[in-house]
Structure formats: structure tokens, C-alpha cells
């Protein structure tokens, strides 16, 4: 909104010109969506409370650690979705169609996500949506963005995927771009939602993730700097830095509620509207392999649930203690922070394994 009311004006204040520049932007997001999320954050937790009594419901088979976290509230991705799509209108061009279809994302997935922990919530059951009825709503917001994301992406790429480490190299999937579109962003909604599972984990690496995504989509939609790194231009894909910029934001903003012991938990309110606005994003700057790369920590987590279902159906034996792979270090005696904070070391270093991939060519 700023960009759109201020900058035409700046013929008149040469102050305005800064408006028209997204890293200028992007630094406001990032600053007004911690804000906004400091200013809510005490007066919705309080209210979580009040409305959720007991909390977020604690799996009977989970480690015996977490019985002590009973009654701590959850839906705190509320109010990062609150202050993201708040900071984001606020700084971003509203012309740019990559901008909605974004907040499309993330607004349709997290509304999923509350729908699951809300049934939660009411029948004091932690599994919450029917997981066929989840996807379902998944693929239903995923296909409708995917959609718009192709006909916002130009001719020559828009239904491509462009692999890392090559240049000039392209795969046309034609239609089956919409598969893969879907694949990828509720794989990654799916991915960050089964690595909250501690105090602090997830939250980390999404906003180192969204830091890195912040970085591609400014360079991708920087025409000198895109042909300088031999990675594909794609017009005002640059306004996904705002976006990016608010999402760190608000990560930072409920990382102070969440940190260990944690006042509130984002439920998949949070978990599944972020993961799918990274995953939207990847799509739109088509750089899709390379957020399974940065976001590495969320696939591991995601492998090693389905390595743990697959060993057990076929051999009736568990590779891992538990499954997801934090709860795995958990039975085996890892304290909560140590499991945390060399989480968030390994995705520090994955990030910048596939920031690497960028100059790589």
C-alpha cells in the first residue's frame, strides 16, 4: 500500500523514491510484522488460554517429557498469520499478482490448519481433520494458486522446473507442472507441520528458510543479477522479498512466545500456512529443488516418518525410536534444547549449501 500511495509521489519528495526500492521494503516488513506480533502476541495468548482451557491435546505415545506441557495453548500461527499479511499489504506493491497468490497460500493452508486444531480442541483428540479431508482442502487451495502461478509466470517458464547446477537447463512438465506445483507445496506444508514438535524447532528454520527465499526471489526478479547468475528471470518476482521479509518477521515475533519452556505453540495453523507459502514461493521463483536443499531439516523430518511406516508395515520393526526424527533423539536421552539448537545448526549450514547452488553453474 505504501508503494502504491507514496511512490508516484515521489517527483515531489525525492524522500519517496526509497518506496520504490524492495529492499527498503523488505527491511520495513521485517520490522513492522515483529512489531505487530509483539503488540498481539500477550493480549491472544491470554485469550487462547481462556478460550482452550486444557490446551493443546498431548499424544499419549509421545515422549513422557511432554505430559508436562499440558494446558500450554496453541493456534499461535494465528498471529503470525495476522502480522505477515498485515505487514505484507502494508509494504508491497498490491498490483503484483505473485503478492495474492502468496497470501492465497498462506491464508487458504493456514485456514486448513485451523480447522485441525480447532477439532482438536473440541474433541480433546489430537489427531483433528481426517487426514484425507486435510489434503483434500491442501490440494484445493494448491491447484487454485497453481493456476494463477502459471498464468503470472512467463510464457517460456511457466510451466517449467529448473534444476539447480545447470545452465540454461529446463524441463517442460506442460500440464503436469500443476502435479507438480501441488507436490511441492503441500509437501512442504506437511513438512514444517511434522517438524513442530518441540519448543522453538520449526520456527528457526523457517525463518532462516524464508531469509534465503527472500534473497532468490529479489535476485530472480533482478533482470542484471538473474543473467549475471544464470538463473531465470521472472518479472516481479522481486515483491516476494516483502513477503519474505514479514514472514521473518513474525518468526522472530513468535519465537519470543515459543522459545523453551514455550507460552504457546503454532499448531497447523501456523505450520501448514508457512510451509505452503514457502513452497508457493519456490514455484513461483522456480527454484523448487532448491528449497528441499534450504530446507533440508524439514525433509529429513518428513524421510524419516515415512522410512519408520515403510520398515514397519514390511518388517514390523521401527528403525527409529519415535518418528518424527526429533522425538527419535528424545528417547534417547537428548535433552529438548540440545535437540533444538543443533536442529537449527544443521539448517543453518543446509541454507547455505543451497545458497551455494545460486553461483554454482
Not at 79 to 93: G, N
Amino acid at each position: 500500500m505504501f508503494y502504491n500511495l507514496l511512490f508516484p509521489l515521489h517527483a515531489y519528495a525525492t524522500i519517496l523514491n526509497l518506496f520504490g526500492y524492495v529492499t527498503f521494503r523488505t527491511g520495513g516488513a521485517v520490522i513492522t510484522s515483529l512489531v505487530i506480533c509483539f503488540l498481539i502476541a500477550p493480549r491472544m495468548i491470554r485469550w487462547l488460554k481462556h478460550k482452550q482451557k486444557e490446551g493443546q491435546p498431548i499424544r499419549e505415545d509421545g515422549p513422557e517429557t511432554h505430559f508436562k506441557k499440558a494446558g500450554t495453548p496453541t493456534m499461535g500461527g494465528l498471529m503470525i498469520l495476522i502480522s505477515v499479511t498485515i505487514s505484507t499489504l502494508l509494504w508491497a506493491d498490491l498490483t503484483n499478482s505473485f503478492v495474492w497468490l502468496a497470501l492465497l497460500v498462506m491464508i487458504g493452508f493456514g485456514s486448513v490448519g485451523f480447522m485441525d486444531d480447532y477439532l482438536k480442541l473440541t474433541k480433546k483428540n489430537p489427531k483433528g481433520l481426517s487426514g484425507k479431508v486435510k489434503l483434500l482442502a491442501l490440494f484445493g487451495v494448491g491447484f487454485i494458486a497453481t493456476i494463477g502461478i502459471m498464468y503470472s509466470l512467463p510464457d517460456h517458464i511457466s510451466t517449467h522446473v529448473a534444476p539447480p547446477f545447470f545452465k540454461n537447463v529446463l524441463f517442460d512438465l506442460s500440464w503436469f507442472f500443476v502435479l507438480w506445483a501441488l507436490l511441492v507445496m503441500v509437501g512442504s506444508a506437511n513438512a514444517v507441520n511434522l517438524t513442530d514438535g518441540l519448543d522453538g524447532l520449526a520456527i528457526v528454520p523457517v525463518a532462516i528458510v524464508a531469509a534465503c527465499f527472500g534473497l532468490i526471489a529479489y535476485l530472480v526478479g533482478n533482470f542484471k543479477f538473474s543473467e549475471y547468475l544464470f538463473i531465470y528471470f521472472v518479472p516481479g518476482s522481486a515483491e516476494l522479498a516483502i513477503i519474505c521479509g514479514a514472514l521473518i518477521g513474525g518468526a522472530l515475533g513468535f519465537l519470543w512466545y515459543n522459545a523453551p519452556p514455550a507460552a504457546i505453540f503454532m499448531g497447523d495453523t501456523g505450520s501448514l500456512a508457512m510451509g505452503g507459502l514457502l513452497g508457493a514461493i519456490s514455484v513461483m521463483t522456480k527454484h523448487e529443488i532448491v528449497l528441499a536443499i534450504v530446507g533440508g531439516l524439514f525433509v529429513l523430518e518428513t524421510v524419516s516418518v515415512i522410512v519408520q511406516v515403510v520398515s514397519f508395515k514390511l518388517t514390523g520393526k521401527r528403525v527409529f525410536a519415535m518418528a518424527p526424527l526429533h522425538h527419535h533423539f528424545e528417547k534417547k536421552g537428548w535433552s529438548e534444547p540440545t535437540i533444538v539448537i543443533r536442529f537449527w545448526i544443521i539448517a543453518i549450514i543446509l541454507a547455505l549449501i543451497g545458497l551455494a547452488t545460486l553461483k554454482i553453474r
